[in-house]
């Protein structure tokens, strides 16, 4: 649930820092790049999430090998 909530917080950023960059544009270029990098974390980070599942997988069992397996002669 916290995953969720972190996602939507992060995409509610970015909505602000685009929103705030179509009111009053940046003062000059660099400033406009200097937007993008921590924007583009927030969309990331909003579009993907943790990158972790929320519900732990099983592992599975490694597959049990005979000792006894024929050989071909």
């Known amino acids: 649930m916290s995953s969720l909530?972190?996602?939507l917080i992060c995409g509610v950023l970015f909505a602000a820092l685009a929103l705030g960059a179509i009111v009053r544009p940046p003062a000059d270029l660099h400033q406009g790049l200097a937007m993008l990098l921590p924007g583009a974390m927030l969309l990331n980070?909003?579009?993907k999430g943790?990158?972790?599942?929320?519900?732990?997988?099983?592992?599975?069992p490694a597959p049990a090998s005979?000792?006894?397996?024929?050989?071909?002669s």
Do not use: D, H
């Open 5 to 7: 909530l972190l996602r």
């Open 45 to 47: 980070f909003a579009i």
């Open 50 to 60: 943790t990158g972790r599942s929320v519900i732990p997988r099983k592992r599975s």
């Open 66 to 72: 005979s000792p006894s397996e024929p050989t071909r």
